[in-house]
Protein backbone atom coordinates (compact mmCIF):
# COMPACT_ATOMS: atom_id res chain seq x y z
CA UNK A 1 0.00 0.00 0.00
CA UNK A 2 1.52 3.55 -0.90
CA UNK A 3 -0.22 4.85 2.59
CA UNK A 4 2.13 2.64 4.56
CA UNK A 5 5.30 3.31 2.21
CA UNK A 6 4.38 7.81 3.44
CA UNK A 7 3.85 6.73 6.92
CA UNK A 8 0.03 7.81 6.95
CA UNK A 9 -1.24 5.59 9.50
CA UNK A 10 -5.24 7.30 8.81
CA UNK A 11 -4.67 6.48 5.67
CA UNK A 12 -3.77 3.16 6.00
CA UNK A 13 -6.87 2.34 8.50
CA UNK A 14 -9.05 3.70 5.72
CA UNK A 15 -7.73 1.57 3.28
CA UNK A 16 -7.99 -1.73 5.32
CA UNK A 17 -11.26 -0.71 6.12
CA UNK A 18 -11.96 -0.42 2.49
CA UNK A 19 -10.23 -3.87 1.64
CA UNK A 20 -11.69 -6.04 4.82
CA UNK A 21 -15.24 -5.01 3.45
CA UNK A 22 -14.57 -5.06 -0.17
CA UNK A 23 -13.22 -8.79 0.07
CA UNK A 24 -15.87 -9.58 2.91
CA UNK A 25 -16.03 -13.22 4.65
CA UNK A 26 -13.66 -14.37 6.37
CA UNK A 27 -10.93 -12.99 3.93
CA UNK A 28 -11.97 -9.73 5.09
CA UNK A 29 -12.06 -9.74 8.78
CA UNK A 30 -7.96 -9.59 9.08
CA UNK A 31 -7.51 -6.45 7.11
CA UNK A 32 -10.32 -4.54 9.60
CA UNK A 33 -9.21 -6.18 12.76
CA UNK A 34 -5.85 -4.43 11.65
CA UNK A 35 -7.27 -1.02 10.23
CA UNK A 36 -9.54 -0.79 14.28
CA UNK A 37 -6.17 -1.45 16.11
CA UNK A 38 -4.39 1.12 13.84
CA UNK A 39 -7.15 3.48 14.26
CA UNK A 40 -7.67 3.31 17.87
CA UNK A 41 -3.53 4.06 18.41
CA UNK A 42 -4.34 7.45 15.96
CA UNK A 43 -7.03 8.05 18.17
CA UNK A 44 -9.18 8.34 14.96
CA UNK A 45 -12.02 7.45 16.73
CA UNK A 46 -14.86 7.65 13.93
CA UNK A 47 -12.92 5.42 11.70
CA UNK A 48 -12.24 3.09 14.51
CA UNK A 49 -16.29 3.61 15.30
CA UNK A 50 -16.63 1.98 11.33
CA UNK A 51 -14.28 -0.73 11.51
CA UNK A 52 -15.54 -1.71 15.14
CA UNK A 53 -19.15 -1.89 13.53
CA UNK A 54 -18.28 -3.79 10.44
CA UNK A 55 -16.61 -6.25 12.65
CA UNK A 56 -19.75 -6.71 14.33
CA UNK A 57 -22.14 -7.11 11.86
CA UNK A 58 -19.97 -10.24 10.81
CA UNK A 59 -20.48 -11.48 13.94
CA UNK A 60 -16.97 -10.86 14.92
CA UNK A 61 -16.21 -10.80 18.56
CA UNK A 62 -14.05 -7.31 19.04
CA UNK A 63 -12.56 -5.35 21.70
CA UNK A 64 -13.99 -1.49 22.38
CA UNK A 65 -12.94 0.40 19.52
CA UNK A 66 -11.64 3.45 22.06
CA UNK A 67 -8.55 5.12 21.86
CA UNK A 68 -5.36 2.76 23.47
CA UNK A 69 -1.87 3.46 24.51
CA UNK A 70 -0.05 6.90 26.10
CA UNK A 71 -1.56 9.40 24.19
CA UNK A 72 -5.11 8.08 26.09
CA UNK A 73 -4.75 8.43 29.17
CA UNK A 74 -5.68 11.78 31.30
CA UNK A 75 -2.92 13.66 33.10
CA UNK A 76 -4.26 12.15 36.48
CA UNK A 77 -3.52 8.63 35.09
CA UNK A 78 -0.37 9.60 33.15
CA UNK A 79 1.49 10.46 36.96
CA UNK A 80 -0.17 7.12 38.52
CA UNK A 81 1.45 5.13 35.15
CA UNK A 82 4.69 7.23 35.49
CA UNK A 83 5.27 6.55 39.60
CA UNK A 84 4.38 2.86 39.01
CA UNK A 85 6.83 2.46 36.32
CA UNK A 86 9.69 3.70 38.60
CA UNK A 87 8.64 1.08 41.02
CA UNK A 88 5.71 2.37 43.30
CA UNK A 89 3.81 -0.56 43.88
CA UNK A 90 2.19 0.06 47.10
CA UNK A 91 0.95 3.17 49.10
CA UNK A 92 2.51 1.83 52.12
CA UNK A 93 4.47 5.42 52.87
CA UNK A 94 0.84 7.17 51.71
CA UNK A 95 -1.03 4.72 54.76
CA UNK A 96 1.54 5.53 57.07
CA UNK A 97 1.45 9.57 57.33
CA UNK A 98 -2.45 8.82 57.03
CA UNK A 99 -2.12 6.72 59.74
CA UNK A 100 -4.43 4.01 57.99
CA UNK A 101 -3.82 0.79 56.72
CA UNK A 102 -6.47 0.21 53.83
CA UNK A 103 -7.42 1.60 50.67
CA UNK A 104 -10.99 1.68 51.61
CA UNK A 105 -9.84 4.64 54.19
CA UNK A 106 -7.85 6.79 51.78
CA UNK A 107 -11.54 8.28 50.61
CA UNK A 108 -12.08 9.27 53.92
CA UNK A 109 -8.75 10.25 54.90
CA UNK A 110 -8.91 12.21 51.32
CA UNK A 111 -11.43 14.44 52.04
CA UNK A 112 -11.18 18.41 52.92
CA UNK A 113 -10.68 19.06 56.30
CA UNK A 114 -13.86 21.32 56.98
CA UNK A 115 -15.65 18.72 54.94
CA UNK A 116 -14.34 16.07 57.12
CA UNK A 117 -15.52 18.51 60.27
CA UNK A 118 -18.77 18.92 59.22
CA UNK A 119 -18.89 14.89 58.43
CA UNK A 120 -17.60 14.37 62.37
CA UNK A 121 -20.56 16.57 63.70
Known sequence: MHARRWGAPSAVAIALGALGIATG?????????????????CGAAALAKRAYDELQASGERVC????????????????????????????????????IHARHQLPDELREPAEAAVTAR
Do not use: C, F, H, M
Not at 25 to 41: K, M, Q, S, V
Not at 69 to 82: D, F, I, K, M, N
Open 25 to 41: GADGIEPLREGLELTRR
Open 64 to 99: RYTPIGVESLTPSERRVAELAATGLTNLAAVYDKLG
